[in-house]
């Protein structure tokens, strides 16, 4: 995965101390007959899990963008954001070279516009559609998120 030229310059000042992060996850839906409701999920070349897709938040972007971003990158989706789905602090995590790092997930759901899934930029090793109700295994902070934005309605949730 490449790591983007910020969090190496901060990296460059800081080594491997703890880092804070913004991050963002976008679960992106579309309506399909016979299928009906369907989500776009990523294989992560990392680690071979199965997650919607997420990303690093640029200093300055507005997360909503970010998450639209990430989805034409990693999967070369066209979606637009329809609600924050949920906001909540992850455990801090380490990385293999040591580097740690703690994010604030920003979960939004997104809608479908166009485009055909697959890995686009190398940090995927397969995108695809899945029935809500037929997704492959995925962790359970994956599966939260994805929940969150098949709730019905536009309010987030907030761990407290």
């Not at 999920?41 to 640029?58: H, S, Y």
């Not at 037929?134 to 994805?146: E, G, K, L, T």
Request: net charge negative.
């Amino acid at each position: 995965m490449p790591t983007p030229d910020f969090v190496l310059d901060l990296r460059a000042k800081i080594g491997h101390d703890l880092l804070w992060l913004s991050g963002v996850t976008a679960v992106v839906l579309r309506v399909t007959a016979p299928a009906g409701l369907e989500v776009l999920l990523v294989r992560r070349a990392d680690t071979g899990a199965w997650t919607p897709v997420t990303g690093i938040i640029d200093p300055g972007e507005q997360p909503a963008v970010a998450g639209a971003r990430e989805v034409l990158e990693e999967a070369d989706i066209v979606a637009v954001p329809e609600a924050l789905t949920s906001v909540r602090s992850l455990p801090p995590m380490k990385y293999a070279n040591g580097d740690l790092s703690q994010y604030l997930d920003l979960t939004f759901r997104f809608r479908y516009v166009s485009g055909e899934p697959h890995p686009a930029d190398g940090e995927n090793t397969d995108a695809a559609w899945f029935p809500v109700d037929a997704m492959p295994p995925m962790s359970a902070d994956m599966a939260s998120r994805v929940a969150s934005a098949l709730e019905p309605g536009q309010v987030a949730r907030f761990e407290c």
